[in-house]
């Protein structure tokens, strides 16, 4: 009987290092494809009209996706600046405004905005339906808040965009 030898050979080796290579890379390039994705328009943010302390509402809209493939793939979901800027949105009633802004979490901590860092992000690893998004809302009782009157005020200009 013969004794195998199990020595390998450099060129063995470099072809040995080139597959895993080539497989490592497939394996990171493995993404969910994302097909189309859908939204419900959010129902409209109702403040209550007391504005001794600061007002909170919140509005929830519903996202649905079909993807295909394996692994994970993001989508984005951005509210624009509306009347006002991201950092401070403002509701009109005639000339008269009201200052606000809309939050990504309940603790009304995340300016929700619509370019990097300040959209929603979510990871997703296969078709969703329905999946609930919060939009939290807060009009601050600062002195010029207070002074406004009681009234109707919007700001018709947010748009959600939804990036995938």
Request: aromatic letters at 6%.
């Amino acid at each position: 009987m013969m004794a195998r030898n199990n020595q390998w050979t450099a060129p063995t080796l470099a072809l040995l290092w080139g597959a895993l290579a080539l497989g490592a890379l497939g394996n990171a390039q493995a993404a969910l494809h994302i097909n189309s994705c859908s939204v419900t328009q959010p129902p409209t943010m109702v403040f209550v009209t007391n504005l001794l302390g600061s007002l909170t509402s919140a509005t929830t809209f519903s996202i649905s996706c079909s993807t295909n493939g394996a692994g994970t793939g993001t989508i984005t979901v951005g509210l624009s600046a509306g009347s006002g800027t991201v950092a401070q949105r403002t509701q009109k009633k005639g000339s008269t405004a009201l200052t606000y802004n809309l939050y990504q979490d309940a603790a009304r901590a995340t300016v929700w905005g619509d370019t990097g860092a300040a959209q929603y992000t979510q990871t997703i690893s296969g078709d969703i339906t329905n999946q609930s998004i919060t939009i939290y809302g807060k009009i601050d009782n600062t002195p010029a808040n207070l002074a406004d009157g009681p009234g109707v005020y919007s700001d018709p200009t947010i748009t959600l965009t939804l990036g995938w």
